[in-house]
């Protein structure tokens, strides 16, 4: 169980830092601005009600899409930009997430 709480704080974490990289470079705001919070936190909410956590690996290999229509189309536009920009802010979580996708 505590694995299974570990690891949906781990992506919690990291959809967090690509929205604030999202936002930082697209927005002209301090923080993040409403609709990447709004982003933030609906993403959140899926995450800790995810029932395939133990099991799944990342939410775009999943067989079950939980994110309405319009925030999936959201969370992807911040994932194309985010992706290829992480490892400069993040270069160990990148090496990891890269690693866990090649193991799996």
């Known amino acids: 169980m505590k694995d299974i709480e570990e690891k949906r704080n781990r992506e919690k974490q990291i959809v967090k ?3 604030e990289i999202y936002c930082k470079h ?3 705001c301090v923080g993040l601005c409403d609709s990447c919070r709004e982003m933030l936190n609906y993403s959140c909410k899926r995450i800790d009600s995810c029932p395939f956590m133990e099991t799944k690996t990342f ?3 999943c067989s079950v899409h939980c994110f309405d229509d319009e925030m999936s189309e959201r969370i992807r536009t911040v994932m194309k930009f985010s992706g290829p920009r992480i490892f400069l802010y993040h270069p160990l979580m990148t090496l990891r997430h890269a690693y866990l996708s090649i193991k799996k």
Do not use: A, L, V
């Open 17 to 19: 830092e690509m929205i």
């Open 26 to 28: 697209n927005h002209d």
């Open 59 to 61: 939410c775009s290999k």
